[in-house]
């Protein structure tokens, strides 16, 4: 690649425009799956929304957000059939967010959805480059994960 090109872009750029095309991608596979109710916010929830289910405070705080604001996404997701909520068995103040049979199938198109676009980008890529850059975001993962919690975020 053209290295004058390569240095106009700072890393967040280089994060970001492929975050933004796997967005797309996947939104546009829930669209013709017949998910037309399914907004690119919505994927806030199902990315980080485990099979056990989760509070609403806990998705918040994964996805970097007010609980006001998960509360509204889920709230619509609810109307939509994808998720439901349960009491806590341990904190009958809290409810838990789970999946319903319609939310599950939402996963199941986003994952698919996911795996396509990641064999495009491999096969052009060449497979033992999209593998090193996999790796290479994992170690970078890891490295923030062990950072200790900053106020603020």
């Not at 799956?33 to 485990?50: C, K, N, S, T």
């Not at 007010?66 to 998720?83: A, F, N, P, R, W």
């Not at 838990?96 to 049979?101: G, M, P």
């Amino acid at each position: 690649m053209d290295d004058s090109r390569t240095r106009g872009y700072m890393l967040g750029a280089l994060l970001r425009i492929p975050f933004e095309a796997m967005a797309l991608h996947i939104n546009e596979a829930l669209q013709k799956a017949g998910f037309e109710d399914i907004r690119p916010a919505h994927q806030r929830v199902f990315q980080h929304l485990p099979p056990e289910g989760a509070r609403v405070t806990d998705l918040a705080e994964a996805a970097q957000m007010t609980k006001q604001s998960m509360g509204t996404l889920i709230t619509h997701l609810e109307e939509g059939g994808y998720v439901e909520r349960h009491r806590d068995p341990q904190d009958g103040r809290a409810q838990i967010i789970h999946y319903t049979a319609r939310g599950r199938e939402v996963e199941r198109v986003a994952r698919t959805s996911i795996a396509e676009i990641e064999a495009v980008w491999a096969q052009r890529l060449g497979h033992a480059e999209f593998a090193h850059l996999h790796k290479l975001l994992w170690q970078l993962v890891a490295l923030l994960e062990e950072e200790p919690e900053r106020e603020g975020r």
